[in-house]
C-alpha cells in the first residue's frame, strides 16, 4: 500500500479496492467505536475552508479511538509571522502520526509528503487533487449500485476547476463505465484529463442538461467561486444548471451525488427525492476516512 495519500493517480485499481474493502469493515465500527488507534494523534493543517473533510476525517480518528491536532484558521498560527508550509509541515510531523493537509496550491501535498516523514493525505490541493473525496464516491457508488463497471455516469457542472471531479474522472477510467461531461464551454474538463479518457474509456462532452442522454448517476458540482480569475466569468456561469423538481424530470432514474458544499445547483426541495443521495455519500466520508487511517498507521483489524 501507498506510504502517502497523494492523488488517485498513484493508486491502482487493486490498491482503490482495498480501501473499499476495508471500508465496508470498518462499517461495524462506525456506531460504537474502536481502540484501533489509541494513542494514536493525526493531524489537521487546513489552509482552506472545510465542514464535511475536515469533520469527517476528525470524526474517522476518534472512532479509531485516536486524537486529533490541529487548526483551520491559520490567523491562529505562525503562517500569520510568515512560517513556510514546509516549516509548518516540518513541526506537525514532530506532534503526530499520520497528517491530514488541504491547501489552495496545486502540488503543495505532494511537497508536505517530502518534507514528513509520517503520512501525508490530500485534503485538497488547489484545482488538482481530492483523493480521500474519490475514495468515499467510489465507495457509495458502489454501495448503491452494487458494482462500478456498467454504469453510465455524467459529471455537471465546474468541471474546470472542481478537483473532486479530477479526481474521479483518474479513478473511473479505471472501471468499465461511460462518461458524460456537462459543463459550459468556459469549464469544461482539462485537456489533460479528457485526453487520458480518450485512452481510456467512451464519453462525450455536453453543455445542455436537456441533452442529457439516459444516465445512471449524475454527480453535480458547485461552480468554484473561488478559483476564477475572472469574476465576471463566475457570473456568467454561476446560474448555468439547477436540479429542482421541474428540471429534476430530465434526470429520470439517475441517482444524484454530490461532494458537497452545495450552493444553488440542486435546490433543498430534491433532498427527499429518491434520486438524491448526497448526504449518504457524505456519512461514508467516516468508514472510508477511518479505513485510510487505519491503513496507514498499520493499524488494521
Ligand atoms: C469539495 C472540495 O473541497 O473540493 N468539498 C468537499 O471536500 N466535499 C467540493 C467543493 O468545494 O465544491
Known amino acids: 500500500m501507498l506510504h502517502d495519500i497523494i492523488s488517485i493517480r498513484d493508486f491502482e485499481k487493486k490498491d482503490i479496492e482495498e480501501i473499499l474493502f476495508t471500508a465496508k469493515k470498518m462499517e461495524q465500527y462506525v456506531d460504537n467505536g474502536t481502540t484501533l488507534a489509541k494513542g494514536k494523534i493525526l493531524s489537521m493543517l487546513f489552509f482552506e475552508p472545510s465542514t464535511r473533510t475536515m469533520m469527517s476525517f476528525q470524526s474517522a480518528m476518534e472512532r479509531l479511538g485516536g486524537s486529533v491536532i490541529g487548526f483551520s484558521d491559520t490567523s491562529t498560527t505562525s503562517v500569520k509571522k510568515g512560517e513556510t508550509l514546509i516549516d509548518t509541515v516540518s513541526t506537525m510531523d514532530q506532534y503526530s502520526d499520520v497528517m491530514v493537509i488541504r491547501n489552495p496550491l496545486e502540488g503543495s501535498a505532494r ?28 465507495y457509495t457508488i458502489k454501495k448503491e449500485f452494487g458494482s462500478i463497471d456498467g454504469l453510465k455516469i455524467a459529471m455537471v457542472g465546474d468541471l474546470k476547476y472542481g478537483r473532486t471531479v479530477h479526481s474521479l474522472a483518474y479513478a473511473l477510467s479505471m472501471y468499465n463505465v461511460e462518461l458524460v461531461l456537462v459543463s459550459p464551454r468556459e469549464l469544461r474538463m482539462p485537456e489533460d484529463i479528457t485526453e487520458h479518457l480518450k485512452d481510456t474509456i467512451p464519453y462525450i462532452e455536453i453543455v ?38 421541474n428540471s ?54
Open 248 to 301: 429534476i424530470k430530465l434526470l429520470g432514474n439517475a441517482k444524484i451525488m454530490h461532494p458537497l458544499p452545495r450552493v444553488s445547483e440542486i435546490a433543498r426541495e430534491v433532498d427527499t427525492s429518491p434520486n438524491a443521495i448526497y448526504f449518504k455519500q457524505a456519512r461514508n466520508g467516516i468508514p472510508v476516512r477511518m479505513a485510510l487511517i487505519a491503513t496507514l498507521l498499520e493499524v488494521l483489524p
Open 111 to 138: 511537497l508536505a509528503a517530502e518534507v514528513a516523514e509520517i503520512p501525508v493525505i490530500n485534503a485538497g490541493d488547489g484545482t488538482n487533487q481530492h483523493p480521500t473525496q474519490t475514495l468515499l464516491d467510489l
Open 208 to 245: 445542455a442538461l436537456e441533452d442529457l442522454p439516459k444516465v445512471d448517476l449524475v454527480y453535480v458540482t458547485r461552480i468554484q467561486k473561488e478559483r476564477f480569475g475572472d469574476p465576471n466569468e463566475y457570473e456568467r456561469t454561476k446560474n448555468t444548471y439547477r436540479i429542482d423538481k
